[in-house]
């Protein structure tokens, strides 16, 4: 019964560890990262936060390599674009 416990409190912990990742790098990253991706963050946030498991591993296989992508392509905060 003791491991038993431990399994499901060590996959607990790893869970929310997972979503708090998602969450915390999600609301992280710029809007304008998540407009260039075509993303919408809050979404993303709530899918995270309401399907924990599913949503966190979606957003972190899925969405967050996109929006890092599209966020990489844009110019730093303070230089305006060149026209």
């Known amino acids: 019964m003791g491991s038993l416990f431990?399994?499901?409190?060590?996959?607990?912990?790893?869970?929310?560890a997972l979503l708090i990742w998602a969450v915390i790098d999600a609301?992280?990253?710029?809007?304008?990262?998540?407009?260039?991706?075509?993303?919408?963050k809050?979404?993303?946030?709530?899918?995270?936060?309401?399907?924990?498991?599913?949503?966190?591993?979606?957003?972190?296989i899925a969405i967050r390599p996109k929006v890092r992508a599209a966020g990489a392509q844009l110019p730093p905060p303070g230089i305006p674009p060149a026209p």
């Open 6 to 16: 431990v399994f499901f409190f060590l996959f607990w912990l790893a869970s929310m």
């Open 27 to 40: 609301a992280t990253k710029p809007d304008s990262a998540w407009q260039a991706a075509d993303q919408s």
């Open 42 to 60: 809050i979404v993303w946030i709530l899918v995270a936060l309401f399907v924990p498991i599913a949503g966190a591993l979606a957003y972190l």
